[in-house]
């Protein structure tokens, strides 16, 4: 079957890398979706509808394709946390998660036009942080990295200095997990080694 160009429906350059990485040439284009519009306190069901909605509103703009969205949040003790809005909500964050054991989840979402089918999956892995003090939560928040991050802090950056250990897929926690993305694409008939071509 022949591939479909692929479009990522997000302005994440950490998940641009990890298609890149394994072959995939993305076409970028950030979906600008108001995730505002959602309010969910099950984690995995809202990352999936934030992932699928970023998918659908890139969707139209291409004639043919497959649309990938997604979503990541951090859930700790029950509580779901996105990106930090600002410096003074990065700090109360790392507050509450050093020491403790968080649960990241990302949805997955391939849209694929040609077929018309819709592939919509969550991948959940389980984060340790290390117990650091008030001063290295003050240093890591300067470097700005938290706030560009989902649960703030970034696994391929800084923040790896601070995760004592994960469970589960190490580029869900990135941003995308790609055994998952192979998954789909089988799901959906496509081979991803004949991006490789």
């Given at each position: 079957?022949?591939?479909?160009?692929?479009?990522?429906?997000?302005?994440?350059?950490?998940?641009?890398?990890?298609?890149?990485?394994?072959?995939?040439?993305?076409?970028?284009?950030?979906?600008?979706?108001?995730?505002?519009?959602?309010?969910?306190?099950?984690?995995?069901?809202?990352?999936?509808?934030?992932?699928?909605?970023?998918?659908?509103?890139?969707?139209?703009?291409?004639?043919?394709?497959?649309?990938?969205?997604?979503?990541?949040?951090?859930?700790?003790?029950?509580?779901?946390?996105?990106?930090p809005t600002d410096v003074d909500e990065a700090?109360?964050?790392?507050?509450?998660?050093?020491?403790?054991?968080?649960?990241?989840?990302?949805?997955?979402?391939?849209?694929?036009?040609?077929?018309?089918?819709?592939?919509?999956?969550?991948?959940?892995?389980?984060?340790?942080?290390?117990?650091?003090?008030?001063r290295t939560i003050q240093a890591y928040v300067?470097?700005?990295?938290?706030?560009?991050?989902?649960?703030?802090?970034?696994?391929?950056?800084?923040?790896?200095?601070?995760?004592?250990?994960?469970?589960?897929?190490?580029?869900?926690?990135?941003g995308l997990s790609l055994p998952l993305l192979?998954?789909?694409?089988?799901?959906?008939?496509?081979?991803?080694?004949?991006?490789?071509?």
């Amino acid at each position: 079957m022949k591939l479909p160009q692929f479009v990522l429906a997000s302005a994440s350059p950490a998940r641009r890398r990890l298609l890149q990485s394994v072959g995939i040439e993305p076409i970028v284009n950030p979906s600008d979706f108001d995730e505002s519009q959602v309010q969910l306190n099950e984690p995995a069901k809202l990352v999936q509808i934030l992932a699928q909605s970023k998918a659908e509103t890139v969707a139209p703009q291409f004639a043919s394709g497959l649309i990938m969205g997604c979503d990541s949040v951090l859930a700790i003790d029950g509580k779901i946390h996105g990106k930090p809005t600002d410096v003074d909500e990065a700090i109360a964050r790392w507050q509450l998660m050093r020491g403790k054991v968080g649960d990241l989840y990302t949805g997955h979402v391939l849209i694929d036009l040609e077929q018309k089918l819709t592939v919509v999956k969550c991948q959940v892995t389980r984060v340790y942080f290390a117990q650091i003090s008030d001063r290295t939560i003050q240093a890591y928040v300067a470097t700005g990295e938290p706030l560009k991050c989902a649960g703030a802090f970034a696994l391929e950056g800084f923040g790896s200095l601070f995760v004592e250990k994960i469970e589960g897929c190490h580029s869900n926690v990135i941003g995308l997990s790609l055994p998952l993305l192979r998954r789909m694409l089988e799901e959906l008939g496509y081979e991803v080694t004949n991006y490789w071509q």
